[in-house]
């Protein structure tokens, strides 16, 4: 996502940060098991070891299996990453087949390129932190507890083990740890095919219904109107296996017990229809839903009713819709069951809604529709392909130098970037009359 000097369009897509200029978007082509979903992957896995630890994951089929002594070899993870005018790497190393981390790493990066340690961790979860002598003395004490306690883990992360029941003040120096966590976990949104990064609680208050029904508009749904329609906990009950209601209920009775004076409320989709589950100025539980107006109907419509494509949109919408002024959206098939044209508007909308943000938009599809200079540089298009031992790699259009009026999906169908699908023909004896 590191800008080349070389073009001057598009120069709103370029974050200035520091001495380097970051892009906002990366777009991803290539053809089927070329290994793009596999990037994906990587950083599910990745927020996953932050979230879980190794040892809660099933790691050992995840080694890369062309060869079969990447077994016991280590598969290692970085990202480098800015906080306000800082910079940072951050990885970790394991063995899958074990699920036992090797190593774990945070530099702080400078201007030049050096790479200032923080803190790093062997295999026997032996911790070094660099600046531990120029701590207070208390903060040096409480610290050595934390290393001494860590030593012999093999499957946490020191990251996260200072970001587990650790009460550390924002005035402490400890609190790097905190910062870089909650920047890796909260700011970097994965989505797959079959996750969504949709924030239900959006549409049930009106000022914000309001603002999705408007953005709503420069999409071509048929959708007038989203509403929101009381219901009752028996349509969530006649939706769900008993045990997941029981369970669902247990959870809201410990919601109501711990809230603490918090208004209650809890949202969750069930066979793509959308249930916010609150309580109301008497303590009862209320149940409503969401129901879709069109132009053309005077009757409403069940959010399930809706076409895979306007499902689709809708589970992209938060990202558009979020305040949040610095994100990573790392997403696998952005343009799933998605007319072309309106993928486009989708990417034409999330380029105009962060002229003034660090939001980057890093995703992967099958479409060379969006292959157009119109909306993306040459260095935000990048392919991945798979080599003659059976490896993924990834390259940008940058390199082929093409000029910046050049037609280039036509070229790629054509084959010259690489990346596209090699077709074979099947010889079965038939011969067409």
Known sequence: MV??????????????????????????????????????????????????????????????????????????????????????????????????????????????????????????????????????????????????????????????????????????????FVTVFDHLVDNIIVVNPNTTVTNFQRYYDE???????????????????????????????????????????KDMKERIAQKRGKDLRFSMRIERDFFNIYEDSNANLKVSTLRTEHRTSTLQFRFAEESDGTQRLFELLDILLMDSDEALFVIDELDRSLHPMLTWRFLEQFNERNLNRRRQLAFTTHEPYIMDQKLYRLDEIWFVEKDKDDSSIIYSLDRFKERTDKVISKTYLEGRYGAVPILSQLDNGYEPS
């Open 3 to 176: 800008a080349s000097g070389k073009y001057k369009t598009h120069i709103d897509h370029v974050v200035k940060n520091g001495p380097v200029d970051i892009l906002k978007h990366g777009v991803i082509f290539g053809p089927n098991a070329s290994g793009k979903s596999k990037l994906i992957d990587a950083f599910f896995f990745f927020k996953d070891c932050l979230l879980q630890g190794s040892d809660m994951l099933d790691t050992t089929d995840l080694f890369c299996k062309n060869r079969e002594e990447n077994r016991n070899r280590n598969t290692s993870f970085e990202i480098q990453l800015s906080i306000g005018d800082a910079f940072y790497a951050y990885g970790f190393s394991i063995i899958m087949d074990t699920s036992k981390i090797t190593e774990e790493w945070l530099f702080e990066l400078g201007k030049t390129g050096t790479r200032k340690a923080v803190f790093t961790r062997d295999e026997m979860g032996v911790v070094n932190y660099v600046p531990l002598r120029t701590l207070p003395l208390a903060e040096r004490t409480r610290f050595s507890v934390y290393q001494s306690d860590f030593e012999g883990n093999t499957h946490r992360l020191f990251l996260s083990e200072m970001n587990r029941d650790k009460k550390i003040e924002p005035t402490s120096r400890l609190f790097q």
């Open 207 to 249: 000022a914000t219904l309001e603002h999705v029904n408007d953005l709503l508009q420069t999409f071509d749904t048929g959708i007038s109107k989203i509403v929101v329609e009381e219901t009752s906990l028996d349509e969530i009950k006649r939706r769900l296996p008993s045990f997941l209601f029981d369970e669902l209920m």
